[in-house]
């Protein structure tokens, strides 16, 4: 029976990768950025690995609760909150800067090429 769930949360987790409201999501997107695997993900959280998918089921931390909703996972998960948070942000941060340059952005760029003087080029 407890196999059975195993499974079913293992399986549900997976498919919950594909939505970025749970935590799924954000252990999927740090495995592939950091090149490790679901024990590493489960180690640095310290969640015993087979946990790891059920903590995966949990929805992500709302933005003005975020202390409350991270504190409140790590506590009934018995993890490091401050390795959850900080996981959580790490994703964020690479998904911040995955997003389309903005036209301000570009102008930035061109604003600091347009300062270089002739001395500067190679």
Known sequence: MA???SR???RT???AEASPDFLAAVFARY???ECVDEADVA??????ADRLSELALCLRPRPVLFRQDVEAIAARFG???AALAGMIRHVDALDAFALPATPRMLT???DAEDDRSP???P
Do not use: C, M, T, Y
């Open 119 to 121: 001395e500067d080029e």
């Open 108 to 110: 930035a760029a061109r």
């Open 43 to 48: 180690r640095r959280l310290g969640v015993a």
């Open 8 to 10: 079913l949360f293992e």
């Open 3 to 5: 196999d059975d769930l």
């Open 13 to 15: 987790a997976r498919a």
């Open 79 to 81: 993890i490091d909150a």
């Open 31 to 33: 495995r592939d950025a």
